[in-house]
């Protein structure tokens, strides 16, 4: 990432992927995975099953163009945000790409004008789906505008009433706050979130789980997409 002018928005141009690279190296090693492989085979069989194991099955295609492991080499995060995420806590922020554009506003009045400026423009909390409709299924969000840096949506609160999850509340945190709850309601009350607390533990992954939010499952309302 190059180029940061700090008003009261930070803007970063992307020129080059450096990061990206750094991820598929570390996915791969010196026997690059052949995504061509078939069944018939016992060790080319081993090799699908272990693809299938670490999910890249789903990433077929592009898996060929994978460069070899370099244990030289660690995955690349933008140093400038290493260095300077302190300064940037908390602030708006906007990321200027060849393709695309990521605003990330620091408020829900921000928020809300940018939706009302550009209607159009993506709302992402996680990328889990919206990255997997643009990389396999040739959707295309020039503008994307993410929400996790809202205070007002990170919350999940607790009353008599019930609970509110906020729309940016990662999985893995509701995980952790319906446990709390399960843990201090008696038992006839919880029920349903025992279900949801049972469920989560069948849902993708941890890393998945980390970033992706009740919202963004709520919105893409698999099998049927809204
Ligand atoms: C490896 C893998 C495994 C997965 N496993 C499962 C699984 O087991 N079960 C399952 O159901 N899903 C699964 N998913 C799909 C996905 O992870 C979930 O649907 C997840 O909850 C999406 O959340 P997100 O925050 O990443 O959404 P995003 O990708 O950020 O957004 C998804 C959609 O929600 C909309 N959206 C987000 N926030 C708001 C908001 N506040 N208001 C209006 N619209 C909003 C976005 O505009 C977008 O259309 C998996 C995905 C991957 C990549």
Redesign the pocket.
């Known amino acids: 990432f190059v180029g940061c002018s700090c008003a009261s928005d930070h803007v970063f141009h992307h020129k080059s992927t450096p990061q990206i690279n750094g991820c598929f190296e570390m996915t791969t090693n010196n026997n690059n995975i052949d995504v061509s492989s078939d069944y018939n085979d016992e060790t080319k069989k081993k090799q699908v099953q272990h693809k299938e194991d670490l ?1 890249l099955q ?1 990433f077929g295609p592009s898996i060929s163009n994978l460069k070899p492991y370099d244990p030289s080499q660690e995955p690349i995060f933008p140093p400038d945000l290493q260095v300077n995420h302190q300064k940037y806590h908390g602030k708006s922020l906007k990321f200027v790409g060849t393709t695309v554009t990521w605003l990330q506003p620091s408020s829900l009045d921000e928020l809300i004008q940018l939706k009302t400026r550009f209607p159009t423009a ?11 409709e643009t990389k396999f299924k040739n959707m295309n969000y020039p503008l994307l505008i993410s ?1 996790t840096n809202v205070p007002e ?1 990170q919350a999940v609160s607790v009353s008599d009433q019930g609970i509110t999850v906020g ?1 940016t509340v990662t ?1 893995s945190q509701m995980n952790a706050e319906l446990k709390k709850v399960i843990s201090s309601w008696p038992e006839h009350k919880t029920r349903v979130l025992s279900a949801i607390v049972e469920m989560l533990q ?4 941890n890393q ?1 789980r980390n ?7 709520i ?2 309302a ?1 099998p049927y997409q809204i």
């Open positions: 999910g789903t993506k709302l992402v909390v996680g990328n889990t789906e919206i990255g997997v929400t949506l729309a999985l069948w849902f993708a992954g998945i970033v992706a939010s009740l919202s963004g499952n919105m893409t698999s």
